[in-house]
């Protein structure tokens, strides 16, 4: 299956510097969406790109999209303890079918 | 309160003792998915449903089958569980026929034994 691939797997910083995640994907996208999960929880949606768009910011986030490179980068500023949890991309192109990564495991440490 | 509820939470059985994992959706969505998660591999998509007595295999469907007979309730059906299916079970739903945002349900810890 043609996975997304994140990186890094997972990171750890300090309260108060910025968090990047990665996400690559193989095919072409209609959208590509960020999700959030605390330990072994639902899924939460947080922001979504669309394949038109380059850039948009929901509060201290920030996703970058390069469909020539097939990439995108979530962003997450000032980070907080609270911010702690697994990241994961979702690739959208059409139908029904959407590709997660393997997801990025973020750390803050107070 | 919109929400995806999924039962049983927790559920331990044995090799071939069939099951089925209830989902269902109270936004009206006409989207509805089912995943499982396994350490390492992300989520990966087991079936999904585009809308009533519509469903399509997504990544990983061999032995499990799924049917929507109603717009809310989308049930996941292990007719002969073996132990690689034991793994987190999430049932998630969208609105329209475009998928912008999935609201996703507690999720189903499944082991078989």
């Known amino acids: 299956s043609q996975q997304g691939e994140e990186d890094p797997q997972a990171l750890s910083i300090q309260e108060g510097e910025n968090a990047t995640m990665n996400c690559s994907y193989k095919t072409s996208i209609n959208n590509l969406q960020w999700y959030r999960q605390n330990s072994g929880r639902g899924l939460v949606h947080l922001i979504l790109i669309r394949s038109n768009e380059r850039e948009k910011h929901s509060g201290r986030l920030r996703v970058t999209l390069d469909t020539s490179k097939k990439s995108s980068s979530l962003l997450i500023t000032a980070s907080r303890a609270a911010d702690t949890a697994s990241y994961f991309c979702?690739?959208?192109?059409?139908?029904?079918?959407?590709?997660f990564g393997q997801g990025t495991e973020l750390s803050v440490k107070p | 309160e919109a929400q995806v509820t999924q039962n049983p939470r927790y559920l331990i059985t044995v090799t071939g003792k069939k099951l089925t994992v209830t989902c269902s959706q109270n936004m009206n969505h006409e989207y509805m998915s089912w995943y499982r998660q396994d350490p390492g591999l992300g989520l990966r998509q087991i079936y999904y449903?585009?809308?009533?007595?519509?469903?399509d295999k997504g990544d990983v469907p061999e032995g499990y089958k799924v049917s929507r007979k109603e717009k809310r309730n989308f049930p996941l059906i292990l007719e002969s569980p073996s132990p690689n299916q034991t793994s987190l079970y999430f049932c998630a739903s969208s609105s329209g026929q475009v998928i912008y945002e999935q609201y996703f349900g507690p999720g189903t810890r499944l082991t078989v034994t």
């Open positions: 979702a690739i959208y192109a059409q139908g029904g079918k959407l590709i």
């Open positions: 449903s585009m809308n009533v007595e519509v469903t």
